[in-house]
C-alpha cells in the first residue's frame, strides 16, 4: 500500500468498499452504518472519516437526532477502482476478499453469473465488452435502493476486467 494515494489506502479495506456500496443510493450515518454492517459506532465513524478523507464520500446532510448532531454521507459517484492503474494487485485482493465473504451469503436457490476467463480478442471486441460491462455495472448502481428497501433483494456484484501486458512468448503458439 503506498502512503502516496489516500484513494488506494482507503479502498484498501474490505468494510470501507462495503459502505461505499451502501451509501450508493442513499446518505447514511455512522450509526446506520454500523447496524447494518454488525460493527461498533466507533469503527463505522473511523472508516466513514477515512472515505471522506480520500473525497471518496461528500457529507449530504446533517439534522438534529436525539439532541445531538447527526452527519449523513453518500458516495461521491465515480469510479475511482477503475483509475488506479498502480493498485491492481492490492484491489484485486480487496475484491477477493469481499467476495469470499459474499459467497457465504449466496441464495442457493438464486440464480447468478459466474465467469473466469483470460482470453484473447481484438481490441474492438474488448472495448465493446468493456462498454458494456460498464453500462451494466451503472445499471445496477443507478437501481440500487437503500439497504432493505421494501421490495428489494440484496445482490453482490464483484467486477474486474483489464487487458493483460503481453508475455515474453505472447506472440507465437508454441510453448517456450
Not at 462495503?18 to 450509526?31: E, F, Q, V, Y
Not at 447527526?70 to 491492481?88: A, K, M, N, Q
Not at 459474499?102 to 462498454?131: I, M, Q, S, Y
Amino acid at each position: 500500500m503506498t502512503d502516496a494515494d489516500p484513494v488506494l489506502r482507503a479502498l484498501a479495506h474490505p468494510v470501507r468498499l462495503r459502505m461505499l456500496t451502501l451509501m450508493w443510493p442513499g446518505p447514511m450515518s455512522a450509526a446506520e452504518l454500523a447496524r447494518e454492517l454488525d460493527i461498533s459506532h466507533a469503527l463505522a465513524s473511523r472508516h466513514l472519516r477515512n472515505l471522506d478523507a480520500a473525497g471518496l464520500v461528500e457529507l449530504a446532510e446533517e439534522r438534529t437526532r436525539r439532541g445531538g448532531r447527526e452527519r449523513r454521507y453518500r458516495t461521491v459517484h465515480g469510479s475511482p477502482l477503475s483509475d488506479h492503474r498502480d493498485g491492481t494487485r492490492m484491489l484485486a485482493a480487496t475484491l477477493a476478499h469481499t467476495l469470499q465473504e459474499r459467497a457465504t451469503h449466496r441464495d442457493p436457490d438464486g440464480r447468478g453469473v459466474t465467469v473466469d476467463a483470460e482470453l484473447w480478442v481484438t481490441p474492438e471486441a474488448w472495448e465493446a465488452a468493456r462498454r458494456r460491462l460498464a453500462d451494466t455495472a451503472a445499471e445496477l448502481h443507478d437501481a440500487a435502493r437503500p439497504p432493505r428497501a421494501p421490495g428489494t433483494i440484496p445482490v453482490s456484484m464483484s467486477l474486474m476486467a483489464f487487458p493483460l501486458r503481453k508475455t515474453p512468448h505472447a506472440d507465437t503458439n508454441v510453448e517456450p
